[in-house]
T-cell receptor, first 115, second 112 residues
Framework: AQSVTQLDSQVPVFEEAPVELRCNYS??????LFWYVQYPNQGLQLLLK??????LVKGINGFEAEFNKSQTSFHLRKPSVHISDTAEYFC?????????????FGKGTKLSVKP | DAGITQSPRHKVTETGTPVTLRCHQT?????MYWYRQDPGHGLRLIHY???????DKGEVSDGYSVSRSKTEDFLLTLESATSSQTSVYFC???????????FGEGSWLTVV
C-alpha cells in the first residue's frame, strides 16, 4: 500500500527567507507525485507534478520540487517566500498505471510567512 | 480553472437527516471523485466514478453512497447524517490523461 508522510505539520518562516516542505512516500511501484496548495476557505490548486523525466520540477508561484527515488522523497522548495505564500500544502502520490482514483494525500503542512 | 461547481457550498443539518451534495462539471471528463478533508487527516477519498453508472469505493466510504446518471453530475449522499460526517467535502475531476486531478471549491457540512 502507498503512503505519504509530510514531516512537518507547521512551518513558520520570515518573508524573503527560503523554505523547504518535506514529503516522503512509500510505494512498491513507480509513482506520480504532486504538490497542491490550499488557501483559506478554498479548494486545492495544483502547484507542480512529477510524471517522468527530469527530477527537478518547476511549478507555479516560483516553487520547485526534486524527486529523489533512492530516498523516496519529493521535497518542495522556494528560494524566497512572500506573505501571499501563507497556505496549506499537500503532497500526493499515485501509482504509475494505477487506477485514477488512487491519489493518496499527506496530512498537509501549514506554511506561515511572517513579515 | 477547471469547470467544477459544488452545491450547496455550506449546509447545517441535523443528525439522522439525509443530505445530498452535488458536483457538476463542464469539462466532460470521465473520472470524478468525492474527498473529505478533516484536520490532521488531509484529504481522504470517499468514492469515485469512472463513467456513467460506474462507481467504486474509496478509503472512507462507510455511511456514504454516490450516483452518476450523467457525465456532468456526481452526487454524494449521506443517508443518515452523523456528527462524524461534519467535514469539508471536495469534488474533483481528472484530466483525460489521468495525471492531474482538479478540485472544486468545497462544501462545508455541519451535522448538529
Amino acid at each position: 500500500a502507498q503512503s505519504v508522510t509530510q514531516l512537518d505539520s507547521q512551518v513558520p518562516v520570515f518573508e524573503e527567507a527560503p523554505v523547504e516542505l518535506r514529503c516522503n512516500y512509500s510505494s512498491s511501484v513507480s509513482v506520480y507525485l504532486f504538490w497542491y496548495v490550499q488557501y483559506p476557505n478554498q479548494g486545492l490548486q495544483l502547484l507542480l507534478k512529477y510524471l517522468s523525466g527530469s527530477t527537478l520540477v518547476k511549478g507555479i508561484n516560483g516553487f520547485e520540487a526534486e524527486f529523489n527515488k533512492s530516498q523516496t522523497s519529493f521535497h518542495l522548495r522556494k528560494p524566497s517566500v512572500h506573505i501571499s505564500d501563507t497556505a496549506e500544502y499537500f503532497c500526493a502520490v499515485r501509482n504509475y498505471g494505477g487506477s485514477q482514483g488512487n491519489l493518496i494525500f499527506g496530512k498537509g503542512t501549514k506554511l506561515s510567512v511572517k513579515p | 480553472d477547471a469547470g467544477i461547481t459544488q452545491s450547496p457550498r455550506h449546509k447545517v443539518t441535523e443528525t439522522g437527516t439525509p443530505v445530498t451534495l452535488r458536483c457538476h462539471q463542464t469539462e466532460n471528463h470521465r473520472y470524478m471523485y468525492w474527498y473529505r478533508q478533516d484536520p490532521g487527516h488531509g484529504l481522504r477519498l470517499i468514492h469515485y466514478s469512472y463513467g456513467v453508472k460506474d462507481t467504486d469505493k474509496g478509503e472512507v466510504s462507510d455511511g456514504y453512497s454516490v450516483s452518476r446518471s450523467k457525465t456532468e453530475d456526481f452526487l454524494l449522499t449521506l443517508e443518515s447524517a452523523t456528527s462524524s460526517q461534519t467535514s469539508v467535502y471536495f469534488c474533483a475531476i481528472s484530466s483525460p490523461s489521468g495525471n492531474t486531478i482538479y478540485f472544486g471549491e468545497g462544501s462545508w457540512l455541519t451535522v448538529v
